[in-house]
């Protein structure tokens, strides 16, 4: 039996979400999603929140997997949340699922 206690919601269309860029899913009483899209649709779900000083990663440069907070330019990689190195630190992920057009979230 699992134990996941996960609700999945649609939250927007695939185009909704721009190339290299990111759309925020706001939480009232928890840190906010952050939803990327890379260049070939690819679609990934962090906390919007550098674990370095708190930059707001939906603000930042998406290029490949990875997406460089706008503060200080910490890499965070977009299928872990682990800051590279030389950078230390984890942003928590959330799962998200591409389903035809639908962007659909896990919401715990």
Known sequence: ???DKSQWQSIC?????PAQG????KREGKTDIALFRTI???VFALDDHCPHKGGALS???VYGDTV????????ISL?????????EG??????VELRDDMVWLAID
């Open 90 to 95: 984890h942003t928590p992920c959330h799962k």
């Open 1 to 3: 039996m699992s134990t």
């Open 68 to 75: 460089a907070c706008p503060l200080h330019n910490f890499k």
């Open 59 to 61: 603000h930042g440069l």
């Open 13 to 17: 269309k695939l185009d909704e979400i």
């Open 40 to 42: 070939d649709n690819r």
């Open 22 to 25: 990111a759309r925020v899913v």
């Open 79 to 87: 299928q872990t949340g682990q800051a590279q190195a030389p950078d």
